[in-house]
């Protein structure tokens, strides 16, 4: 079967993040045509998120005069990590796509302190913000440390990372900006289409107690838990993920309500 009658899979990579690190997961997913939503030269939050959703619109409206929409053959899904999973959200929230598939999810990033188990404090990411334009590449450097477990570095996860520095300093500052403000549990209710979550238990960015309060608010939801995974956890789990995906992606055929 041709890779366009399986379906279309948008990228919304993590922050600071170049999109080239799905390309080992993608490589294992021929059946689909995979297309990347590129913010990474955002000058504003609000440019940010209107690109994200420009590019969605590129794809599926055929005639801009009179908003037609012209669906790809075969599903339109969209595949967010991290901050990327915050504009998935958001974008099917508007009806965008026909399904997610979310790395590192939550609904909302930053948390006061009562909430502290559930994210990240405001303080820190506005010191992250004041330290990029400082010295953008500790910034970049301390952020990555953070991305995987002790023994996911020991393993030599790290090494499968693109370089830092494939975005403009005004994308990395629009980004954080949108971590501080971007929250999704208003929009949830309206998410109709399936989703599937991959969640490392060990995750120290988007902790693994965020994602039961995501996969709790949404109608049509599945998580696979990967143990004792940091943040990135389809790094050297690719062939797993793949499977999981492809499962998912079948699994209406036996009557599971949560699939594709």
């Excluded at 989703?195 to 309060?213: K, M, N, P, W």
Aim: hydrophobic content about 45%; aromatic content about 8%; charged content about 20%.
């Amino acid at each position: 079967m041709n890779a366009s009658t399986k379906g279309i899979v948008l990228w919304l990579t993590g922050w600071s993040l170049p999109d080239k690190v799905f390309d080992r997961l993608r490589k294992l997913l021929p059946e689909y045509t995979h297309l990347s939503i590129e913010y990474n030269a955002s000058d504003t939050p609000e440019s940010m998120l209107a690109f994200a959703e420009s590019a969605v619109k590129r794809i599926l409206i055929a005639d801009e005069a009179d908003c037609s929409i012209r669906r790809p053959r075969g599903p339109v899904l969209i595949s967010g990590w991290s901050l990327g999973s915050l504009l998935a959200l958001r974008l099917a929230a508007h009806g965008y796509a026909d399904g997610l598939v979310l790395f590192g999810a939550t609904a909302k990033f930053t948390r006061p302190q009562t909430e502290s188990a559930l994210g990240f404090a405001d303080v820190h990411v506005r010191q992250m913000i004041r330290g990029i334009s400082r010295d953008r590449a500790t910034v970049e450097l301390n952020f990555r440390r953070l991305l995987f477990t002790a023994a996911e570095r020991e393993a030599g996860f790290a090494a499968f990372l693109p370089p830092i520095g494939s975005w403009t300093t005004p994308a990395l500052i629009s980004g954080l900006q949108i971590l501080r403000s971007e929250e999704c549990f208003s929009r949830l209710s309206g998410i109709a289409c399936p989703v599937l979550l991959f969640h490392g238990t060990a995750d120290q960015i988007c902790s693994y107690q965020a994602v039961l309060e995501l996969k709790d608010q949404l109608p049509q939801a599945k998580l696979v838990t990967i143990p004792a995974s940091g943040h990135v956890p389809f790094l050297g789990r690719e062939a797993s993920i793949a499977e999981e995906w492809r499962r998912w992606r079948h699994g209406r055929q036996e009557g599971d309500p949560t699939t594709i």
